[in-house]
């Protein structure tokens, strides 16, 4: 069977950019709070005509335009949100349209701020079979639509953006690709991150309205402590799986959430924090599109090069877990 490798990357965030010192007009917190935090400096905002597809496209156009190809020869696109246009049809169906990719079936993802990682383990297997020759995974979120920007808590940490992958088959001979993942779900942690309303449990009404129940509702402390502790354990039995420890990793990509976490793991696993991509300063949280956002920074910065071992981690809502390793195949 072939097995699945990146063959390109694109990224995109809106101009808007939304600093510390705007939000002390808009919510009682400070530059120094949110930075000891969060390590959070900015984050982008997205304008309230662009939704999650526009983002997705733009993420998607980049990406093919850099492999070279038309959207057309594309056989499957999966979109990773938690911020849909809209219920149905799916963000996959209005990407899969606006670019022109007429052969490609596609759905959306939800696993928050896994969903890309979960795209990635879901691409490689499509590819890895045989059946799929080329398949687009995107992660983008318009989180400041679903952010309470009263709630001091939450509105810090969240911004917009999209980032988009392609996976295809390694060729011959070649030793680059997907080596293996590790994902899982514990859904006891449901109640300690989620949007409450707009489902069929709570659908939109009124009073959901009014009771700020189509925000994200956060148990900050919970949620901290299970990410430092799953993405740990995750990132080590993945390793352990294939006989391999960190000093095998050129670079460990993690879901950018809060600093403090991917610190807090980094020092567990033993790895070295100049073999740690963070960007969050720059970004936020952008749930599905960091781990391609932040991929990005590290081929800019020449941190990963052809051949060498990546490690993807993420922790997010449902609790979702995820974690994946590649031997990276694009070029610098």
Same mark, same amino acid.
């Given at each position: =069977?072939?097995?699945?490798?990146?063959?390109?990357?694109?990224?995109?965030?809106?101009?808007?950019?939304?600093?510390?010192?705007?939000?002390?007009?808009?919510?009682?917190?400070?530059?120094?709070?949110?930075?000891?935090?969060?390590?959070?400096?900015?984050?982008?905002?997205?304008?309230?005509?662009?939704?999650?597809?526009?983002?997705?496209?733009?993420?998607?156009?980049?990406?093919?335009?850099?492999?070279?190809?038309?959207?057309?020869?594309?056989?499957?696109?999966?979109?990773?949100?938690?911020?849909?246009?809209?219920?149905?049809?799916?963000?996959?169906?209005?990407?899969?349209?606006?670019?022109?990719?007429?052969?490609?079936?596609?759905?959306?993802?939800?696993?928050?701020?896994?969903?890309?990682?979960?795209?990635?383990?879901?691409?490689?297997?499509?590819?890895?079979?045989?059946?799929?020759?080329?398949?687009?995974?995107?992660?983008?979120?318009?989180?400041?639509?679903?952010?309470?920007?009263?709630?001091?808590?939450?509105?810090?940490?969240?911004?917009?953006?999209?980032?988009?992958?392609?996976?295809?088959?390694?060729?011959?001979?070649?030793?680059?690709?997907?080596?293996?993942? =590790?994902?899982?779900?514990?859904?006891?942690?449901?109640?300690?991150?989620? =949007?409450?309303?707009?489902?069929?449990?709570?659908?939109?009404?009124?009073?959901?309205?009014?009771?700020?129940?189509?925000?994200?509702?956060?148990?900050?402390?919970?949620?901290?402590?299970?990410?430092?502790?799953?993405?740990?354990?995750?990132?080590?039995?993945?390793?352990?799986?294939?006989?391999?420890?960190?000093?095998?990793?050129?670079?460990?990509?993690?879901?950018?959430?809060?600093?403090?976490?991917? &610190?807090?793991?980094?020092?567990?696993?033993? =790895?070295?924090?100049?073999?740690?991509?963070?960007?969050?300063?720059?970004?936020?949280?952008?749930?599905?599109?960091?781990?391609?956002?932040?991929?990005?920074?590290?081929?800019?910065?020449?941190?990963?090069?052809?051949?060498?071992?990546?490690?993807?981690?993420?922790?997010?809502?449902?609790? &979702?877990?995820?974690?994946?390793?590649?031997?990276?195949?694009?070029?610098?």
């Amino acid at each position: =069977m072939p097995r699945a490798k990146i063959t390109a990357l694109g990224c995109y965030v809106p101009p808007r950019v939304l600093t510390n010192f705007d939000l002390e007009k808009m919510v009682e917190t400070s530059n120094e709070w949110i930075l000891e935090r969060t390590g959070i400096v900015t984050r982008h905002i997205a304008s309230p005509d662009v939704a999650t597809s526009d983002m997705a496209v733009e993420a998607a156009k980049q990406a093919l335009a850099k492999r070279g190809i038309e959207a057309a020869t594309l056989d499957a696109i999966i979109v990773c949100t938690v911020t849909p246009d809209m219920l149905f049809p799916s963000t996959a169906c209005l990407v899969q349209d606006r670019i022109g990719a007429k052969g490609a079936w596609g759905f959306d993802l939800v696993a928050a701020c896994s969903g890309f990682v979960y795209g990635l383990t879901t691409a490689a297997h499509l590819v890895g079979s045989g059946s799929h020759q080329r398949v687009l995974v995107i992660g983008s979120d318009t989180m400041s639509r679903i952010i309470n920007y009263k709630d001091r808590a939450t509105c810090v940490l969240f911004g917009d953006g999209a980032g988009a992958m392609l996976i295809e088959p390694v060729e011959d001979g070649e030793n680059t690709g997907f080596i293996g993942f =590790m994902n899982e779900v514990d859904g006891s942690g449901g109640e300690y991150l989620k =949007m409450p309303a707009g489902g069929s449990r709570m659908p939109a009404s009124r009073s959901t309205v009014e009771q700020d129940l189509h925000y994200v509702h956060q148990d900050g402390q919970q949620v901290f402590r299970y990410a430092v502790k799953k993405m740990y354990e995750t990132c080590r039995d993945l390793l352990q799986r294939h006989n391999l420890s960190v000093d095998d990793i050129a670079m460990m990509i993690p879901h950018q959430a809060n600093r403090r976490i991917i &610190t807090a793991v980094a020092e567990r696993l033993g =790895m070295p924090p100049e073999r740690v991509l963070i960007n969050i300063d720059k970004y936020g949280n952008t749930t599905a599109a960091t781990i391609p956002l932040a991929t990005q920074d590290a081929v800019e910065q020449g941190k990963i090069k052809k051949g060498d071992l990546v490690l993807f981690a993420a922790v997010g809502a449902g609790f &979702t877990v995820g974690a994946n390793l590649w031997r990276w195949s694009m070029d610098s």
